[in-house]
């Protein structure tokens, strides 16, 4: 499975932006599908994710900010971005679960088997 990110760019607090990661494989469907974010000197952290039955979660610091879904037709998984802030700059990962239970949303980075390139987030104030 490969995993392309898109999207990623520099923009200015408040600010938007709409990240895209399209796989390769055509069972994509069968995949629990998630986005992670690594700041520099951080750890990779939780961001979003989404199940085969499209059950949602997310970090409690993009709560209300930040949207998770995906287009099984072009095999994509986005992450809508509103209200950035500079706490939200860092590389970001998808990934994909490919042994997911289809009712079950993973926050945990172990849950995931693949993951895509990552894609440059920066937001200044």
């Known amino acids: 499975v490969q995993l392309q990110a898109s999207g990623g760019g520099l923009v200015q607090v408040g600010g938007s932006l709409r990240l895209s990661c399209a796989a390769s494989?055509?069972?994509?469907?069968?995949?629990?599908m998630g986005w992670f974010r690594q700041a520099t000197g951080k750890e990779r952290e939780f961001v979003a994710a989404?199940?085969?039955?499209?059950?949602?979660d997310y970090a409690d610091s993009v709560k209300g900010r930040f949207t998770i879904s995906r287009d099984n037709a072009k095999r994509t998984v986005y992450l809508q971005m509103n209200s950035l802030k500079p706490e939200d700059t860092a590389v970001y990962y998808c990934?994909?679960?490919?042994?997911?239970?289809?009712?079950?949303?993973?926050?945990?980075?172990?849950?995931?088997?693949?993951w895509g390139q990552g894609t440059q987030v920066t937001v200044s104030s």
């Open positions: 990934a994909a679960n490919t042994r997911a239970n289809p009712y079950v949303v993973y926050s945990g980075v172990p849950s995931y088997d693949y």
């Open positions: 494989t055509r069972t994509f469907s069968r995949y629990g």
């Open positions: 989404i199940s085969m039955s499209t059950s949602t």
